[in-house]
């Protein structure tokens, strides 16, 4: 550790609601390009336009891309706030730290491997053209989109409020 970086028994100088949010708002940007581009594919298969398929395919880059900033920074929140609960022995309980730390440490996870599907989503956009049954992966990665704008507001939240120990908030409230 360098001499300027405070420890982890030191005062949090990190917003971590702010921080929380920037986690949700990258999540929500990279959902909502997904839903344009998926609806904008759907547009071009349905009207046989190549031109509007490859539009597609940018957007689903697009999304992809938002997708790996918001799991970077879930990760980087993830791994301080671990930092920050588990080396700070005297802030509340340990075993409520560490389940809320595992849930979000999934959470993170499940974050890569959707963004791992985001980017391969330009290489099958043109695939239901050939075997329309394949388009049901749009509706299934859709859903998932959906399930970690609502799922991941949630923890990012309650992790945030208890590495600031603030007891009195409702941590799993959901505001978007």
Known sequence: MAPNDPSPNQAAD?????????????????FAVLLLAIAVAVLGISGTNLNVV????WGAITAGMLQIRASVLATCLVALAGRRLLGNPEQGEVAGAARSLRAARKLVAIAWLLALAMVSLPLMMELPLHVPETGVVFGLLLLAGAAQVVVGAMVYRSLAALVTGQTGAAPFGLRL
């Open 14 to 30: 990190l917003d971590w609601s702010a921080s929380a949010r920037t986690v949700e708002g990258g999540v929500l940007a990279g």
């Open 54 to 57: 490859e539009l597609s395919k």
